[in-house]
C-alpha cells in the first residue's frame, strides 16, 4: 500500500489528547480521586492542582506533538500485518522509519513538523509563524549515499520521504496551549520553497501558506528540479560537519576497498 496514503487514513483518527503536566500532589488534592469518564477525571485533576500547562514555547510543544502522534503511528503499525517500525533520535532524521511488504517494501522516512499558525493573516492569508524546515541542507541530505550520525541509512537508501506536518493555533491561556490541530501528509518536494527556514542554520524551507501546504503548492514542479536547487545551494559547512564528512569519506573509501579486496579473493 501507498504509506502516505496509509498515513492520511490513519492521521483521520488521531486526536491530541494531552491536556497537561501530571504533578502527583497538588495545593487542593483530595483522596480518594475517584472519576467517570476522561472529561470528569481532566476536571478534577484540574481543581486539585494536578494537571500544569504544557510548555508553550514552540520548540518544547514540538516535542509533545511529537511524541503523541509517533505513539499513536507505532500502535498502528503493529496492528498492521507485514509492516515494521523504528523510531528515530530526538535530533536525528528521520523521526520514524517505516518498512515491510506491507508497504511495498524498502523503507520509507516520516518526519514530523509542528507549526503554529501565524496570528495576523496577510489579505486574508492563513500562514505560519515561520517556515517549516524540511531538512538539514549541509550534511545527510547533500551527501545522500552517506551514513550521518542519527540517521538509519543514507538519505539515498530511502524508498519515499514524506512529512508529517501538525499545524496548530496556539491558545496560551489552555493547559494543552494549543486548538484547531490539523495534520497534514506531503512529500517534502511537494511543499518546498526556494527559502531556507533560518537565516542563522543551512536549513531547507517549506512554503508559509496554510493552503499551498494543503494542496502540496510549493516551488518546484518536480521531484528532480527540487533536489537540483537544494544540493547546488551554496550551504556553508562548519568545521565540525567538514571533520564528520572527512570521517565518513574515509570510512566509505575503505569499505569499497574491503569489497573489492574480497571479490578479489573470491574470484582467484
Same mark, same amino acid.
Given at each position: 500500500?501507498?504509506? /502516505?496514503? #496509509? ?135 547533500? #551527501?545522500?549515499?552517506?551514513? #550521518? ?5 543514507? +538519505? ?10 501538525? /499545524? ?22 511537494? /511543499? ?37 536547487? #537544494?544540493?547546488? +545551494? ?21 569499505? /569499497? ?12
Amino acid at each position: 500500500m501507498d504509506p /502516505i496514503e #496509509w498515513l492520511r487514513t490513519q492521521c483521520a483518527d488521531y486526536t491530541f489528547d494531552v491536556r497537561g503536566v501530571f504533578r502527583r500532589s497538588g495545593p487542593e488534592s483530595t483522596w480518594p480521586l475517584v472519576a467517570t469518564g476522561p472529561e470528569d477525571l481532566e476536571g478534577k485533576l484540574t481543581l486539585g492542582g494536578h494537571l500544569l500547562p504544557l510548555p508553550k514555547e514552540p520548540a518544547a510543544l514540538a516535542n509533545v506533538l511529537e511524541v503523541s502522534v509517533v505513539d499513536f503511528l507505532v500502535e498502528r503499525i503493529t496492528q498492521l500485518e507485514g509492516a515494521s517500525c523504528q523510531r528515530g533520535t530526538e535530533r536525528g532524521y528521520p523521526d520514524l522509519e517505516l518498512s515491510g511488504p506491507a508497504f511495498g517494501g524498502g523503507h520509507h522516512a516520516v518526519d514530523v513538523k509542528a507549526a503554529r499558525l501565524a496570528k495576523a493573516t496577510e489579505r486574508g492569508r492563513a500562514r505560519t509563524q515561520s517556515r517549516i524546515t524540511l531538512y538539514t541542507g549541509n550534511t545527510y541530505f547533500k #551527501w545522500r549515499d552517506l551514513h #550521518w550520525p542519527g540517521t538509519f541509512r543514507p +538519505f539515498s537508501e530511502y524508498k519515499s520521504h514524506i512529512d508529517l506536518l501538525m /499545524i496548530y493555533q496556539l491558545k496560551p491561556e489552555t493547559a494543552a496551549r494549543l486548538s484547531d490541530l490539523e495534520v497534514i501528509v506531503q512529500e517534502p518536494w511537494r /511543499i518546498a520553497s526556494k527559502q531556507r527556514s533560518s537565516t542563522t542554520r543551512e536549513y531547507i524551507g517549506a512554503v508559509d501558506g496554510l493552503a499551498d501546504l494543503r494542496e502540496g503548492r510549493g516551488e518546484f514542479a518536480t521531484p528532480q528540479e527540487f533536489y537540483d536547487y #537544494w544540493r547546488n +545551494f551554496p550551504f556553508r559547512v562548519s568545521t565540525q560537519v567538514q571533520k564528520q564528512l572527512d570521517r565518513l569519506v574515509r570510512q566509505q573509501t575503505a569499505e /569499497i576497498a574491503r569489497l573489492r579486496q574480497s571479490q578479489v579473493t573470491d574470484g582467484g
